[in-house]
T-cell receptor
Framework: GAGVSQSPSNKVTEKGKDVELRCDPI?????LYWYRQSLGQGLEFLIY????????KSGLPSDRFSAERTGGSVSTLTIQRTQQEDSAVYLC??????????FGPGTRLTVT | GEDVEQSLFLSVREGDSSVINCTYTDSSSTYLYWYKQEPGAGLQLLTY?????DMKQDQRLTVLLNKKDKHLSLRIADTQTGDSAIYFC????????????FGPGTSLSVIP
């Protein structure tokens, strides 16, 4: 079956603009995660959704970052007033409850 | 908090075996993963092992887990140039089941 998909694959935006990144998890997976991978850095946890529970937002770096998950499936990560330090690859993953995490191909965000 | 450590670089000759090592601190780890990331690509789940297993073999890949020492290794037999990539060790534990804790990644270079 289809894996985790993300769109767009690449996004170039001007500093100060808002961006939306989309994640389509594997069908039936109840858990969805957003991570960020900055150049030369490891993977940084951002946010986690599990079913209908309140999301764990503990990794969001600032209030410019927000995410929602509609209907327990697709998720959108929104970055408002983008800054150059937001440039990174944003990775989405999904899993069935506490199971194995499968990652999407990522969205490469470049803020100019 | 939980931590995962890996050596950052490994260089091997084509045809030799590669062994990538990882140590972790979370004694309640349930899943331990190896992800592969090729240049410009997302994270590919290579293999994973449950914490109640000592070894898992999948074609050229052998995963060894020493739970007592909290040590995980990935052996790639007959390493090929296409194996050149960054390999991330990661774990999910009872205390962090909602997050995957990643190591910094080991960059594997295969010399023809």
């Amino acid at each position: 079956g289809a894996g985790v998909s993300q769109s767009p694959s690449n996004k170039v935006t001007e500093k100060g603009k808002d961006v939306e990144l989309r994640c389509d998890p594997i069908s039936g997976h109840t858990a969805l995660y957003w991570y960020r991978q900055s150049l030369g850095q490891g993977l940084e946890f951002l946010i986690y959704f599990q079913g209908n529970s309140a999301p764990d937002k503990s990794g969001l770096p600032s209030d410019r970052f927000s995410a929602e998950r509609t209907g327990g499936s697709v998720s959108t990560l929104t970055i408002q007033r983008t800054q150059q330090e937001d440039s990174a690859v944003y990775l989405c993953a999904s899993s069935l409850d506490r199971g194995v995490k499968y990652f999407g191909p990522g969205t490469r965000l470049t803020v100019t | 908090g939980e931590d995962v450590e890996q050596s950052l670089f490994l260089s091997v000759r084509e045809g030799d075996s590669s062994v990538i090592n990882c140590t972790y601190t979370d004694s309640s780890s349930t899943y331990l993963y190896w992800y592969k990331q090729e240049p410009g690509a997302g994270l590919q789940l290579l293999t994973y092992i449950f914490s109640n297993m000592d070894m898992k073999q999948d074609q050229r890949l052998t995963v060894l887990l020493n739970k007592k020492d909290k040590h995980l290794s990935l052996r790639i037999a007959d390493t090929q140039t296409g194996d050149s990539a960054i390999y991330f060790c990661a774990e999910t534990g009872e205390t962090s089941y909602d997050k995957v804790i990643f190591g910094p990644g080991t960059s594997l270079s295969v010399i023809p």
